[in-house]
């Protein structure tokens, strides 16, 4: 039996290859690095985090919160090492950035049924084979991949990452700690904003100086991760009702809710670092250090990152692929993670454990496992294999992706939560054929 190969050892490629191994197949997983890194990489190491640490939210009445439950409860690899390498973050799964990918690089190498391959993977192998190779994909592969589908079937947006600043550099005279709505701990920091600040603080964001990225422009940056100075160009409160947005907090200096918050989250286990929420950004280094140091607490703050703009890939995946990720025309080429058209690192870990799962049952000529469409993860499956998306874009993992109700309920948090038990009732029942 020929190995499986995996190309790509991000969040997708690391759980793919994990499944197929555990599964008693022999896997070849290709990195590209650190002989080849990118602009947004930092670590040798895989399933590295670009964006944030955040895996968003942990409950039920949260989609990808179902997401992860599904996925702990079919005993994923990027679960688990998130759970054990998690920081507090309140209502949200958060985990120690070098921390998690150390141990999803240590478990992957130290799977007898994995061989690692170091370097470049420049053409679409012949199968089985499952690409996983993210947003990030070199141009040879892109080139590739583009090949291989016979031309125009590709397409790219723009992503950014926030930037990462010193805990001991920020003002916690002017800045304080809490949860939205005091829900969980308060493991947020909170710089609160008057209005005059805030205004301020939007027309210069608004102007500052871009860093220079080929063939941007703002309407293809994906809105799930836009940059904050596109939303300040797109009117003065829309960051009031985005990233900024104080409702459910309170100053404890007034006991009133600010005009408008910018939030830090922690971003490693010791808390030494925080990076700033949804602050997504490809504005110059020295337009940062100026603007978000307007943000009172930050306004000596020491940045050890800065944000960064990189171009992403996706495919038209309703016309390629199918609902087990698998190539319409070859089902042992299959592809897994955002360039699917999956957003975000659950949903990236998602797809990796579907495409691995079901591409094991083709190799070993067994029946192909059937996620039910009513939990999260076979919701995801079958809307990036829908032929009737005709624009498609990247989606994050959201409850308007599965079946309604057959009945009523009140309320938005008890009908997703009745929308989460029933997901959960569908996937332990169908857990004994996956």
Known sequence: MKPVK??????????????????????????????????????????????????????????VGLLKEELRRLDSLILGCADATRVEAGGCLAVDRGGFSRMVTEKIRSEANITVIDGEVTEVPEGPVIIAT?????????????????????????DAAAPLVRFDSIDMDKAWFASRYNRGTPDYVNCAMDEAQY?????????AEEAPVHGFEDSKVFEGCMPVEVMARRGEDTLRYGPLKPVGLNDPRTGKEPYAVIQLRKDNAAGTIYNLVGFQTHLRFPEQRRVFSMIPGLEHAEFVRYGVMHRNTFLDSPRLLDSTYADRRDPFVAFAGQMTGVEGYVESTASGFLAAVCMAARVKGEPIPQFPAETAIGALAHYISDPSVVQFQPMNVNFGILPPLAYRVKGKANKNLAIAERALAALDAAMPRL
């Open 199 to 207: 205004k301020a603080f939007v027309r210069e964001l608004a102007a």
């Open 134 to 158: 993210g947003p990030l994909t070199s141009d040879a592969l892109s080139e590739a991949i583009g090949r291989y589908f016979g031309g125009a079937t590709q397409l790219n947006f723009y």
């Open 6 to 63: 995996v190309i790509g050892a991000g969040l997708a490629g690391s759980e793919a290859a994990w499944q197929l191994a555990r599964r008693g197949l022999a896997v070849e997983l290709y990195e590209m690095k650190p002989a080849k890194m990118t602009p947004a990489h930092h670590s040798p190491d895989f399933a590295e985090l670009v964006c944030s640490n955040s895996l968003r939210g942990d409950r039920l009445e949260n989609a």
